[in-house]
């Protein structure tokens, strides 16, 4: 159950009178001190994404959500809704139909592909600014011709080369690009570029941890916030001496 703003003890129809006759001052406040919740949750839940660094791709950011593109970031906002105290409401939002991912960074949970694997960037497909690189692009399938055994087959390119998928020796599928006539190799070296570039990751399923904390930053805020507005509304709703708390 929701905990009232405020709570008062006395006189039921002193205190009626008292809220009849304060109520366009009590909506004032009530709206201002949503207002600052709502400006205060945007600010903290922006700031709460962390940067896209591609120097340290590789490492996870503990709690925090990687900014790659910036669209679930953008997507952070909120407005006060209701024209009388019974109705006022903040309304907080983060997603979008370009950002539907909002729920499992908040939530965590696991992405399952329905068909082919998915195809999750590595470090090379990636630009300084997380963007995929118009060189990583998959194109096909394109169909080539082996000279010397006059053979057909039909293949998926990158700017890099032909795309062949390799095992690891850590059991991952990788998508390896590389140009034509390169030596085919059962596994990816250590140095990648030796036998192509690694550009994709395959995965059958991924699992988010938890780490958007919208729910988190606004209990933050409500705590530090609330008490200030249950306190302008108690300056306003208490009569002149005594009779409230």
């Known amino acids: 159950m929701t905990k009232s703003l405020v709570e008062f003890h006395g006189n039921a129809d002193a ?22 919740i709502t400006e205060d949750w945007i600010k903290r839940q922006k700031k709460s994404f962390a940067k896209f660094d591609l120097s340290s791709y590789d490492q996870s950011v503990p709690g925090h959500v990687r900014s790659r593109r910036g669209r679930l970031r953008s997507s952070v906002r909120g407005s006060v809704k209701g024209t009388t105290l019974k109705n006022l409401r903040a309304r907080l939002m983060v997603g979008s139909k370009w950002a539907p991912y909002a729920r499992i ?34 194109e096909g399938p394109t169909v080539i011709r082996n000279k010397k055994s006059g053979k057909s087959r039909k293949v998926w390119t990158t700017g890099f080369g032909i795309n062949r998928v390799i095992k690891t020796k850590a059991g991952n599928l990788i998508i390896v690009s590389r140009p034509p006539g390169k030596t085919d190799k059962k596994t990816v070296g250590r140095d990648n570029r030796l036998f192509g ?48 708390r």
């Open 15 to 36: 205190f009626a009178k008292r809220l009849e006759a304060k109520s366009k001052e009590i909506e004032k406040a009530g709206r201002r001190g949503l207002t600052i």
């Open 105 to 138: 960074q908040e939530e965590g949970g696991t992405i399952t592909s329905r068909g082919k694997m998915m195809t999750i960037p590595l470090k090379a497909a990636l630009t300084g600014s997380g963007k995929i690189k118009a060189k990583a692009r998959i």
């Open 197 to 244: 570039t690694a550009l994709y990751v395959l995965k059958r399923k991924v699992t988010l941890k938890p780490r958007l904390g919208a729910y988190k930053n606004l209990q933050l805020v409500v705590r530090k916030r609330m008490p200030r507005l249950r306190g302008a509304i108690y300056q306003i709703l208490a009569p002149p001496t005594g009779g409230g």
